[in-house]
């Protein structure tokens, strides 16, 4: 797997030898391409269940000043550790080896972009989801874009985010919620 675009464009990222289930690079191009005209300058990110650090890395390689990364295996954070000592981006981030839960309650940083790529089984999806968009993690100006399979629906509103745009590339879904209003 390599990053695929922006400064650290075509360094590898290791992956743990766990089952954990990496972006694709086509999801990843797509993500971005979405997501990019929606941010502004110096624009910070959250990766949720992480995994290899494959979404954050490529929002660093992007222009992201900042990412915080949440993964709860400890394999997974070491590989991200060293994802983000290859591409030169540790400076530019913080890796939090705890579950996504506790980061919604400890964590204290408005982000512009949230990634979740949970598992696919993951039953807890949606409670995660109702407690991101009532944290103070999320704003007005806040993009978060969530992954998952897509036999699995997700609403099309959440508190004060709705979806904005969804689309899907295999099995995967990827659904983007913004505090806009829908015509």
């Not at 391409?33 to 494959?54: N, V």
């Not at 919604?104 to 999806?125: G, I, K, N, Q």
């Amino acid at each position: 797997m390599r990053i695929i675009a922006g400064e650290g464009k075509g360094r590898r990222l290791r992956s743990p030898k766990t089952s954990v289930r990496p972006t694709t690079a086509l999801v990843r191009g797509a993500i971005f391409s979405i997501l990019y005209p929606m941010l502004d300058q110096e624009w910070q990110a959250l990766d949720l269940y992480a995994g290899t650090g494959a979404l954050g890395i490529e929002a660093l390689s992007r222009g992201a000043a900042w990412v915080d990364f949440v993964e709860h295996n400890r394999k997974c954070c070491d590989a991200i550790t060293r994802n983000l000592d290859a591409t030169g981006f540790c400076a530019q981030s913080r890796v939090y080896c705890i579950s996504v839960e506790r980061a919604l309650t400890m964590l204290d940083r408005v982000y512009d972009a949230v990634f979740l790529d949970p598992p696919y089984d993951d039953p807890s999806l949606l409670g995660t989801l109702d407690a991101l968009f009532a944290s103070r993690l999320v704003g007005p100006k806040s993009t978060v874009v969530v992954q998952c399979s897509t036999r699995q629906r997700l609403p099309a509103d959440f508190h004060k985010f709705h979806m904005i745009k969804n689309r899907h590339y295999g099995d995967t879904s990827i659904s983007f919620y913004r505090q806009e209003v829908r015509n």
